[in-house]
T-cell receptor, first 112, second 109 residues
């Protein structure tokens, strides 16, 4: 199916565990983004990527790692999950500047 | 780095009333997006404005871009319960797509 998909949709993990959130897009968009959404904060940019093998930090990168070995995939890893990383995570992709960004349906992550 | 500030942060209106949400940028706007969301769900693209003075409408929602003021406004005419949700403005900031903190809209029947 064409589009941008995130997996899993829901995840509960324990403090200290490593967890990876997946993002896959079928359009070969150059840019991909990871956001977290918390009440009162809107969407905060964690990491973004302008192309395969090019990634850069956003607003709140601490505790997260990304990679982009293929254009279509942009996984986000929490190396050692903390309760403060409980949030809803959104992945997005866009072809370039001033073009519509498409969002995944989100991953609701709970760290206990 | 560029920041977007939305006002108001939350809004409760009676059905049928008009309302306006503002988005102000700390730097020059070269384009601005408006999205709508139910909290925790995916974002729905509303419209994108690319030029100063540009105005776009979709059904009862109108957005304008004022480049000089580094601001955009979203106006809803004759609000309905279906308009309830979180409205987010976004902008390209040197390759980063950033967003404001969102405006939560409730529409009372």
């Amino acid at each position: 199916d064409a589009g941008i998909t995130q997996s899993p949709r829901y995840k509960i993990t324990e403090t200290g565990r490593q967890v990876t959130l997946m993002c896959h897009q079928t359009w070969s968009h150059s840019y991909m983004f990871w956001y977290r959404q918390d009440l009162g904060h809107g969407l905060r940019l964690i990491y973004y990527s302008a192309a395969a093998d090019i990634t850069d930090k956003g607003e709140v990168p601490d505790g997260y790692v990304v990679s982009r070995s293929k254009t279509e995939n942009f996984p986000l890893t929490l190396e050692s999950a903390t309760r403060s990383q409980t949030s809803v995570y959104f992945c997005a992709s866009t072809q370039g500047w001033n073009t519509e960004a498409f969002f995944g349906q989100g991953t609701r992550l709970t760290v206990v | 780095s560029q920041e977007l500030e939305q006002s108001p942060q939350s809004l409760i209106v009676q059905e049928g009333k008009n309302l306006t949400i503002n988005c102000t940028s700390s730097k020059t706007l070269y384009g601005l997006y408006w999205y709508k969301q139910k909290y925790g769900e995916g974002l729905i693209f509303l419209m994108m404005l690319q030029k100063g003075g540009e105005e776009k409408s979709h059904e009862k929602i109108t957005a304008k871009l004022d480049e000089k003021k580094q601001q955009s406004s979203l106006h809803i005419t004759a609000s309905q319960p279906s308009h309830a949700g979180i409205y987010l403005c976004g902008a390209d900031g040197a390759g980063k797509l950033i967003f404001g903190q969102g405006t939560t809209l409730q529409v009372k029947p």
